[in-house]
């Protein structure tokens, strides 16, 4: 399974960036996907989340601001991100919980390498 970032630039505070996740190789099925984030000197943390009926959850840090969703058929995960904030800096990484080759295989988690997402005031 590999999941590939795109998306990120450096914006003023107020604009808006969509960032991309797709899924390709070989893989039985995609469950849970999330996005995560980084900024320097601080622990990755989880910015939104979504499950594979679409329902999301995001940190408060980001709610009414940013919108994940996912395509299931073209195996694409989504974060529309409005209202940019200088804090919001950071590389952001998407994660999956997949199978690899049948219900029976143990769920594991697969991360993409980051995008930089830098805001500035």
């Known amino acids: 399974v590999r999941l590939e970032e795109s998306g990120g630039d450096r914006v003023q505070a107020g604009e808006s960036l969509k960032l991309y996740c797709v899924v390709s190789?070989?893989?039985?099925?995609?469950?849970?996907m999330g996005w995560y984030r980084q900024a320097p000197g601080k622990q990755r943390e989880l910015v939104a989340s979504?499950?594979?009926?679409?329902?999301?959850t995001y940190a408060d840090s980001v709610k009414g601001r940013f919108t994940i969703s996912r395509d299931n058929d073209r195996n694409i995960m989504y974060l529309q991100m409005n209202s940019l904030r200088p804090e919001d800096t950071a590389v952001y990484y998407c994660?999956?919980?997949?199978?690899?080759?049948?219900?029976?295989?143990?769920?594991?988690?697969?991360w993409g390498q980051g995008t930089q997402v830098a805001v500035f005031a």
């Open positions: 994660k999956a919980n997949h199978r690899l080759y049948n219900r029976y295989t143990t769920p594991q988690d697969a």
């Open positions: 190789g070989n893989f039985f099925s995609i469950y849970d």
């Open positions: 979504i499950t594979y009926a679409g329902v999301p």
